[in-house]
DNA sequence: TAAGTTTAGTGAATTATTTCGCAACCGGCT
DNA sequence: AGCCGGTTGCGAAATAATTCACTAAACTTA
């Protein structure tokens, strides 16, 4: 159908679907914009599922059905308008909005995850930085923060409101820190531990481990 | 699917199916491999694909299917060997040696993934940091290693032999330091940056966006 | 205007993945 | 030895995901 107007019914309808859309279809809509916002930013105004799709090396197929879950945001003949695309990817992901999100572990690795300018860009506003070595305790980090001791959890999330937090501590210290982080109401959780944490149901983990993609890379070597 | 013919030749047999194995079923293995050493570490000496299964939230039949394309590692009654299992899984993923990595970018996440621990003690010997930073040309980096400059990618890489890269480069620089990743003879890139690359055939690419992973996350939120 | 080209959206077909269910087997116990 | 609870490996069934293939629509060109 069209753009800007008339899906506003069609979309309401498909918003109820929610809970039935596939998660692996959600997993890739964020790849979907990154790569429009790419385009955006080269001056491009229009794309298509083709284009997308060779750009990301999935089938054109593939695109147009993934975003056929949530509305019709197409045009036959022309494509996509790549803004439109990205505002309407933005509201189905819950991105037209800033998120705070608590950093735990303030080491080598938290360090560098603080200092990253993608996460504000992206609306992944980084709120708390905590840590349990009284050392750091106090030290500026990031833009404009300063590590707190991990103990002020609590009145962190009452404070920003955090659904979200990122685990950068050791794997020992991971599943720990895990429970605390559900105690503190949090439930969503980036871990870049290499571990599997244990969380009740309503809480959502994703886990980050280089590691893990080495080892898938290297069983295709020899 | 992937078994044809019989299963009384067993090893040989599927070591040839290589190719045809599910490509998930591969991601899944360093998965299981990590929980594996985790429980070792613990002292156990065998466990249940229904324990494993439990410990990452998937079924047990997953996993006795996904090991089942490669032999037979358990023992009915008794559940697997951990160290036993371990090594098998080693070799399947020809984890059982040491594989030189290249790092390219040795900024905020490079300092990071340079002095990272867990790469060294998995297999994975960062053997050269690269970076087109003059100023930061002969700064000591990780263990022992000091950065050279990204025009030495090519000795870097026929001194070592590694195949293996990762990359964290800003995406504006990721597309070209690809390309020379490629031109230098390397096969698996793992990229930081917020970005799709387009590579030949023969390499693969795997990525790592947190920023994916939080659009992910709040989809399911409110 | 009309013909030709491009592309979205989508039901149906195909392919891939997961789960089920059970025979075969192991080890311990009586 | 014989039984029993526990567990694997795996064919078959059930689900899930992807691709095909076609219709309708929108643009382009003459
Ligand atoms: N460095 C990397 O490139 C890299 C890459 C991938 C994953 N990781 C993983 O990320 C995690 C952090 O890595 P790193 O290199 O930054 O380690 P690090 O040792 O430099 O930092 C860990 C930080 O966590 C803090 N900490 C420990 N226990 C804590 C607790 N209970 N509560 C709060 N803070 C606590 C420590 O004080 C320290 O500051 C590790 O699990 C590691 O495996 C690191
Ligand atoms: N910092 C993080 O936590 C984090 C997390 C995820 C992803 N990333 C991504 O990882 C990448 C690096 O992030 P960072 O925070 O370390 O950035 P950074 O700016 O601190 O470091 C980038 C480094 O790459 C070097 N570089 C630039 N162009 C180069 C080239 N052509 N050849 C060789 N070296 C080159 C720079 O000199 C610099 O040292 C970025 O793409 C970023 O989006 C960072």
Not at 51 to 63: P, W
Not at 78 to 107: H, M, S
Not at 169 to 189: C, D, F, K, T, Y
């Amino acid at each position: 159908m069209s753009n800007e107007g008339g899906n506003a019914v069609a979309n309401d309808a498909r918003a109820q679907e929610k809970a039935s859309i596939p998660d692996i279809v959600i997993g890739r809509l964020p790849v979907y914009l990154r790569t429009l916002r790419l385009l955006a930013d080269d001056g491009r105004e229009v794309t298509s599922s083709q284009e997308l799709g060779e750009h990301l090396g999935i089938s054109s197929a593939q695109i147009r059905k993934d975003l056929s879950h949530f509305g019709e945001f197409g045009k036959q003949g022309t494509g996509y308008n790549i803004e439109f695309l990205c505002r309407q990817l933005q509201k189905i992901l819950n991105v037209d909005r800033i998120w705070p999100v608590i950093l735990v572990g303030a080491g080598s690795l938290g360090t560098a995850i603080a200092n990253y300018q993608e996460f504000d860009s992206s609306g992944f506003r980084i709120v708390a930085v905590l840590d349990e070595d009284p050392q750091k305790i106090g030290k500026p980090i990031g833009h404009g923060l300063r590590i707190e001791e991990f103990a002020n959890l609590g009145k962190s999330v009452a404070g920003s409101g955090a659904q979200i937090a990122v685990m950068a501590v050791p794997a020992h210290a991971a599943q720990r820190v895990a429970n605390e982080l559900v105690e503190a109401g949090l439930n969503s959780i980036l871990c870049y531990a290499p571990i599997t944490l244990s969380v009740p149901s309503h809480v959502r983990v994703e886990y980050i481990d280089p590691v893990v993609h080495f080892q898938h890379m290297t069983y295709y070597l020899n």
